[in-house]
């Protein structure tokens, strides 16, 4: 693996380097241009000794000169930030039915985005060939050096042991963790996470959860699925499975899961959900808008879309399944106490139809002292923004961000 200056590959990095690596996460973080005294008093060091090392960073290209504070009168002293050419990293959302990657730099501005629009997300040798060859074709437009990408963040569908870097649900049939199987490929290193657990974490970063540091966010798309920030940090449990608010037993139907039980949350309150209920409405003699229409089968983007034309089966339906969300909510809500509680995914579509009926649901549940100063909001990100995400994932694990 091509070293980066501060790509952690577990040897004993000498005083000096270490030093530098400081400096430049304390550049990042503040996220602004600062003089030599700044950057002293930030890393709580000598000027002599903070001159030294902005002379050494300079010199190696890892910094830059921004222009000069204006103090006034008198000599004005340099300001230095950091050169954010010398540092990327790439995100990767790989779903169902759509592979997306961006690029962005240490400001954590995109600089590059790509994506498959024809994608198939399948457990195979073929789809995991055509994600590499994406991947690196990626890197090579975008004509970066290698050694400047700090890494790869991954979200994947699906089940994700974060600390081992294995997928649970897709590409399981190789020796090595999908994580380890695109190190050794791509020759950047990588961090594979659950798709819902990157919405989460980029709903803190550039989402309405900015600021917050308990946090629910549910994603509500095909699938259900929950993420949480406790007390600052993504929850990620002993394997990484924390969260899986899909699977538990709220159900009342007697719908079998894929995960093999009845009763689980997911099979009444999710994308796949709605299309099941659509069809057992006009089973009972339902009437709908959309089967005028000469279209094909009619997937939960329809039903959604139908709410939102004044469909009325559609508008019955999302809204019993917000009430129904809102009311296995408020015992999570009772058990975490968050601030804040975002809902994304493919329902924010229909907006105020299914933030009232959880809100109706939360009431009947919750106990109004975790409500009073709880927050519920639907989620304003889109999927680009997830993606970058992904990336920013990689800065945080630098402590860059
Ligand atoms: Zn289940």
Redesign the pocket.
């Known amino acids: 693996m091509k070293h980066h200056f501060l790509k952690n590959d577990g040897s004993v990095l000498d005083k000096r380097t270490r030093q530098q690596m400081e400096y430049i996460r304390i550049l990042s973080k503040m996220n602004k241009a600062m003089t030599i005294p700044e950057i002293a008093e930030a890393v709580q060091t000598s000027i002599p000794t903070a001159t030294t090392i902005i002379t050494d960073l300079l010199e190696n290209n890892w910094i830059l000169i921004q222009g000069k504070r204006e103090t006034g009168p008198g000599r004005n002293p340099a300001i230095y930030s950091v050169n954010t050419e010398q540092f990327y990293a790439i995100g990767l959302i790989i779903g169902l039915k759509k592979a997306q990657l961006v690029i962005i730099n240490i400001n954590q501005s995109e600089v590059y985005k790509k994506s498959i629009s024809d994608f198939n997300l399948e457990n195979t040798k073929g789809c995991l060939n055509q994600l590499v060859d994406f991947v690196s074709a990626c890197i090579k437009e975008f004509e970066a050096s290698i050694s400047k990408v700090l890494g790869l963040g991954v979200g994947i569908t699906g089940r994700v042991n974060v600390h081992t870097g294995e997928t649970l649900n897709y590409f399981n049939f190789m020796e090595v963790p999908f994580k380890q199987y695109l190190e050794a490929r791509l020759k950047i290193p990588v961090h594979v996470e659950n798709d819902t657990r990157i919405t989460g974490f980029t709903e803190c970063e550039f989402g309405k959860g900015k600021g917050s540091d308990n946090i629910i966010l549910i994603n509500l798309d095909r699938g259900l699925g929950l993420s949480m920030v406790v007390n600052g940090k993504l929850l990620l449990g002993n394997s990484g499975f924390a969260g899986e608010f ?2 538990m037993k709220f159900g009342t139907k007697e719908r079998l ?3 093999g ?1 009845k009763g ?1 949350l ?1 099979t009444e309150v999710s994308g796949y959900a709605l299309q099941l209920d659509f069809e057992e409405a006009l089973s009972k003699g339902c009437q709908s808008l959309l089967l005028k229409e000469d279209q094909g089968e009619i997937s939960f983007f329809d039903i959604l879309e139908g709410a939102n034309n004044g469909d009325l089966t559609s508008i019955d339906l999302i809204q019993a399944q917000g009430l129904k969300l809102g009311e296995a909510l408020g015992s999570i809500l009772n058990l975490l106490n968050p601030k804040d509680v975002i809902v994304g995914g493919s329902f924010v579509v229909v907006n105020d139809l299914l933030l009232d009926a959880i809100k109706v649901g939360l009431k009947k549940t919750c106990l109004p002292m975790v409500m009073k100063e709880c927050r519920i909001m639907l989620s304003e990100l889109s999927a680009n923004m997830y993606c970058r995400g992904a990336a920013s994932l990689v800065l945080k694990s630098h402590d860059l961000i």
């Open positions: 899909g699977h899961c894929i995960c039980k689980c997911g």
